[in-house]
């Protein structure tokens, strides 16, 4: 079993950035693929980003490619998300999540832990 727990989050203007991180303890870290998603107020939780066990290969959504970079630091226990050129549409509560499974899809249901969210907000 793994915890996850999120930090970085907070208010930010349009256009400005944020650095989430992701810490996990409990079992190896490398062994879990690891993926963002995030709520909005009134919609369900979408994929955001995923990255692999240890290759660094990612997948993106179509709303933050090109914006957002996903990476993993296994000697740290840690994985992030740098979040530029924010937009309003951005807010929300951002949440890592592990498989056990080694796998990184973009897929809620695939993953088996969650952190307890960071709040991302975003002015216009």
């Known amino acids: 079993q793994v915890q996850l727990v999120e930090s970085g989050g907070g208010l930010v203007q349009a256009g400005g950035s944020l650095r989430l991180s992701c810490a996990a303890s409990g079992r190896t870290f490398s062994i879990y693929g690891m993926g963002w998603f995030r709520q909005a107020p009134g919609k369900e939780r979408e994929f955001v980003a995923a990255i692999s066990r240890s290759n660094g290969r990612t997948s993106y959504a179509d709303s933050v490619k090109g914006r957002f970079t996903i990476s993993r630091d296994n000697a740290k226990n840690t994985m992030y998300l740098q979040m530029n050129s924010l937009k309003p549409e951005d807010t929300a509560v951002y949440y890592c999540?592990?498989?056990?499974?080694?796998?990184?899809?973009?897929?809620?249901?695939?993953?088996?832990?969650w952190g307890q969210g960071t709040q991302v907000t975003v002015s216009s």
């Open positions: 999540a592990a498989d056990n499974t080694g796998m990184w899809e973009p897929v809620l249901t695939d993953y088996d832990y």
